[in-house]
């Protein structure tokens, strides 16, 4: 079956079953004429055979009646919102809404958007005990957070906690009703991008001791779980990796974070510090912790570029500004070491990286610029394949006589090859790629 329409016909009978659970709620709720005495009396749909993806979820997560209640309560507002209406009703004798409905509103969205008290309110009624283990359902060890299902959303940390917005994440509304399995979206909720290569390891030229350093890293991949449980190591260490990569650019930091990924066959997010900073203050906080929230339990590798301007020394309090930088690189500083996964920092100077990170990394991996063999290796390999060159070419000279990073290389033969192009010619000649090394030397600040 189509997987949309199965979802469509699964959750239609769900539908039907939440509307006929939030009606006896409300009519027992208000001592009413009810169908049934308690709301637990209504059976969910039998899912059984079913081959729906939300049938797939529920039975992934052997999911309860209250499971399965609080999730269609966080997806209906997404796919049928005039469910909730009946939660609009107004109290006379303060002409306002019901405080224990709970709810929120949106911007644009003209229904009723649930809280956790509304989860409350449906679940448990006004039994206290029952109320009690609905919070449950909430904490950070339960397979809506460890799944990246459901999320609870505060404005002020000082309002109650069932005050939170109660939010669907993006990856299970899609799997919910189309079916898909995506990945998460880059944008402000998500600062970060999922980063690939077509690259192979034999691609990669670095120092043999850059190559043990990143066998360390794949070892603890592979090996990290058994150590910490098998080897009886967790009270003697935490979870996780952390990585510093540093050197000149160019001379394969990104390349490396993507090739670990790669054969780990885990996603690499490189992580936009443009969208992460902002000078307002508890804002880069937040969207810090947007992504470390959505990575915790997955099989990601967060990749933080041009680290210093996240992770940068800490200075002496002389005002409110520097207190607050502070604040931020010891916040950071937590939740990377707090991290279950792998985290890799990259930056140009390690110099800039303050001291307090260094000495939580596992390993700090130097990338040098590469020597004469390495560059020859690199010039070769990006040629490889098609590229053509004219008679008069003479990579070993090359090689022997410019300090280049792979990175400029890989420039260097972009601009001779476009150079070649413009002037109808079929191949790459010696002048062209001198042009492109005097190019890249400028750059670098170097007079050519």
């Known amino acids: 079956m189509d997987p949309v329409h199965a979802n469509a016909v699964t959750l239609a009978a769900e539908l039907d079953w939440f509307e006929r659970v939030l009606e006896a709620r409300i009519a027992l709720h208000f001592e009413q004429p009810a169908a049934v005495a308690d709301i637990h009396d209504l059976t969910p749909p039998d899912l059984t055979g079913d081959p729906s993806e939300y049938a797939a979820v529920v039975h992934e997560q052997a999911m309860g009646f209250d499971e399965r209640l609080l999730l269609m309560l966080a997806l209906v507002p997404h796919i049928r919102p005039q469910v909730l209406d009946l939660l609009y009703v107004r109290n006379r004798n303060l002409d306002r809404g019901f405080t224990e409905f709970g709810g929120w509103k949106g911007k644009s969205h003209g229904g009723f958007l649930p809280t956790c008290e509304t989860a409350a309110f449906l679940i448990a009624g006004e039994d206290l005990r029952a109320r009690f283990e609905v919070m449950k359902l909430f904490e950070e060890d339960h397979y809506f957070r460890t799944r990246d299902m459901l999320r609870v959303e505060h404005a002020d940390g000082e309002e109650p906690f069932f005050s939170g917005a109660l939010r669907l994440t993006v990856e299970a509304l899609h799997r919910l009703t189309s079916g898909d399995r995506r990945k998460p979206d880059y944008g402000v909720a998500f600062p970060a991008k999922r980063i690939t290569t077509r690259l192979e390891w034999d691609d990669l030229v670095v120092a043999h001791e850059v190559q043990d350093e990143i066998g360390a890293i794949n070892a603890w991949i592979r090996h990290g779980p058994a150590l910490l449980d098998e080897w009886g190591l967790a009270k003697s260490i935490k979870p996780g990796y952390r990585s510093l990569f540093y050197g000149p650019p160019g001379t ?135 590229c053509r060159l004219a008679d008069d070419v003479d990579l070993a000279m090359l090689a022997q006589d410019h300090e280049l990073s792979g990175g400029a290389i890989a420039n260097v033969i972009r601009h001779a090859a476009l150079c070649a192009l413009r002037t109808d010619r079929d191949a790459i000649a010696q002048a062209d790629l001198l042009q492109g090394i005097r190019k890249e030397l400028i750059k670098d600040g170097w007079t050519a």
């Open 252 to 386: 394969g930091k990104t390349l490396t974070a993507t090739l670990i990924g790669k054969q780990a066959a885990a996603d690499v997010y490189r992580i936009d510090l443009s969208m992460v900073v902002s000078k307002y203050i508890g804002e880069t906080e937040k969207n810090l912790a947007n992504v470390f929230d959505q990575a915790q339990n997955r099989h990601w590798i967060l990749f933080f570029d041009e680290a210093d301007a996240l992770f940068g020394k800490r200075t002496e309090t002389s005002s409110s500004n520097d207190r607050h930088a502070n604040q931020e690189v010891s916040y950071l500083l937590q939740r990377v070491e707090d991290f279950p996964g792998v985290v890799i920092l990259a930056t140009n100077l390690k110099a800039n990286i303050d001291e307090a990170f260094a000495r939580r990394f596992q390993s700090l991996v130097y990338f040098p610029m590469p020597d004469a063999d390495q560059r020859l290796r690199l010039w070769k390999g990006m040629v490889e394949g098609g």
